[in-house]
């Protein structure tokens, strides 16, 4: 797991404060998908539980993973008492007889290291069992306003967002982890479905939001206090933001390929 990846528990409050959480659609888009009962699930970098909160009260016997500990401590505030916790990254998950009848990862994939991601993903699911994973980045609606707000981050970063880890061009119809999925010996009924969503936020708040995106927390401080204040000079005081969703569903195969 990157360095990266283990920046966000220092922030863990203003993760919480400022990320949007997820549209009920998306748990039904999920369990329609699944067409069968979920007993069990398991959440791969579930950080503060964004995500984990959809699937309580369902009677889902549900656990949660990250492997950053102030993150689960914030998650244990928002979410049910019977949720379990693991310390834990996708990597050093025990690959035991415990198998699930849905994994899946809320814009934490990426952080999976590539090798064996697969098999490793499928040896946690039952035969038949569901992967979902979904996220997307946050950009600005304002194409001027987007374009001051690269010309100001422009000395610190080139970009803030995460590349496609296997290449895949952001026009292209089918993104990652569709395409490794695809091509993946484990897994059939590959589907990519959009969920449209829009987020209107205060400057203040899309600034906070800034501050908890990896670019920013692996700046050194001064640098991150002083692109943050840039940003925040060329901002209206509300600010509409493109947060569509994209996700990627798929089966587990039989006992094997």
Do not use: C
Request: proline letters at 9%.
């Amino acid at each position: 797991m990157p360095d990266r990846a283990l920046t966000f528990g220092t922030v863990a409050e203003s993760y919480e404060r400022f990320r949007p959480a997820y549209p009920p659609e998306l748990l039904t888009l999920v369990t329609e998908y699944a067409a069968r009962p979920l007993g069990t699930a398991l959440e791969i970098g579930a950080g503060t539980g964004k995500a984990t909160r959809l699937f309580t009260g369902r009677g889902i016997t549900l656990t949660a993973t990250d492997p950053d500990a102030a993150m689960l401590t914030e998650l244990r505030k928002h979410v049910p008492p019977d949720v379990r916790t693991t310390q834990a990254s996708f990597e050093d998950m025990p690959l035991d007889d415990n198998r699930y009848d849905l994994v899946y990862a809320a814009a934490a994939l990426h952080w999976t290291h590539p090798d064996a991601r697969w098999p490793r993903m499928a040896a946690l699911l039952r035969p038949g069992g569901t992967f979902a994973s979904f996220g997307g980045p946050l950009h600005l609606a304002d194409p001027t306003v987007e374009k001051a707000v690269r010309t100001a981050r422009a000395p610190f970063l080139e970009r803030d967002d995460i590349p496609s880890p296997d290449g895949t061009p952001p026009d292209d119809a089918m993104q990652w982890p569709g395409t490794e999925l695809l091509h993946s010996e484990w897994f059939t009924d590959v589907r990519q479905v959009e969920i449209e969503r829009r987020v209107t936020m205060s400057r203040d708040d899309y600034i906070g939001h800034l501050s908890t995106v990896s670019a920013y927390l692996t700046l050194p401080p001064t640098e991150r206090e002083e692109v943050l204040h840039r940003i925040g000079e060329v901002l209206p005081e509300r600010v509409e933001m493109v947060a569509d969703i994209t996700v990627h569903l798929a089966r587990r195969r039989g006992e094997g390929p």
